[in-house]
T-cell receptor, first 111, second 115 residues
């Protein structure tokens, strides 16, 4: 499985945008970039995924670099409820079902 | 809509005892996954099923662990005999297996403590 690299922790303020980076320099052409988050005492929760183009949904936006070697998860206006561990995961689009979780980024939101 | 339901939420038992964790996937989902989370190893996949058939059990730590899916709405993960190193949070997840990249939906987990 191709590897991703994320900062161990990040901190931001409530109601400000948050940009969570992920490096995946060994990404293959069929790998999709997935983001999940895990709130305290809960199971992981799907956030967003993309292949090449930037993606938006009600939770977040995903910005993918042109060479696909990095991506950024954007929370447009962070709330206290967004404090969680965020995982960036590569998933082979040819049918891979398993998710391989790394250590993720622990996001702290200050009131 | 009901999400993935796991039971029990917490389990404390003595080593050597049999432990059974239960999972009800989201109705209509045909893939089911069991994960384990520890501080040392993070989140790791143990086994997954498609249409009730085990597909990949390479993450199952040893023969003490077994998982079954007798029907589309129920799965169990059994540890016998249990050991203190099995203490962890066990998550069940389900998804649609139609095309690639279907999101996995996780339950709230079972926190298992083996004394």
């Amino acid at each position: 499985d191709a590897k991703t690299t994320q900062p161990n922790s990040m901190e931001s303020n409530e109601e400000e945008p948050v940009h969570l980076p992920c490096n995946h320099s060994t990404i293959s052409g069929t790998d999709y970039i997935h983001w999940y988050r895990q709130l305290p005492s809960q199971g992981p929760e799907y956030v967003i995924h993309g292949l090449t183009s930037n993606v938006n949904n009600r939770m977040a936006s995903l910005a993918i670099a042109e060479d696909r070697k990095s991506s950024t998860l954007i929370l447009h206006r962070a709330t206290l409820r967004d404090a969680a561990v965020y995982y960036c995961i590569l998933r082979d689009g040819r049918g891979a079902q398993k998710l391989v979780f790394g250590q993720g980024t622990r996001l702290t939101i200050n009131p | 809509d009901a999400g993935v339901i796991q039971s029990p939420r917490h389990e404390v038992t003595e080593m050597g005892q049999e432990v059974t964790l239960r999972c009800k996937p989201i109705s209509g989902h045909n893939s089911l996954f069991w994960y384990r989370q520890t501080m040392m190893r993070g989140l790791e996949l143990l086994i997954y099923f498609n249409n009730n058939v085990p597909i990949d059990d390479s993450g199952m730590p040893e023969d003490r662990f077994s998982a079954k899916m007798p029907n589309a709405s129920f799965s169990t993960l059994k540890i016998q005999p249990s050991e203190p190193r099995d203490s962890a949070v066990y998550f069940c997840a389900s998804s649609l297996w139609v095309t690639s990249n279907q999101p996995q939906h996780f339950g709230d987990g079972t926190r298992l403590s083996i004394l």
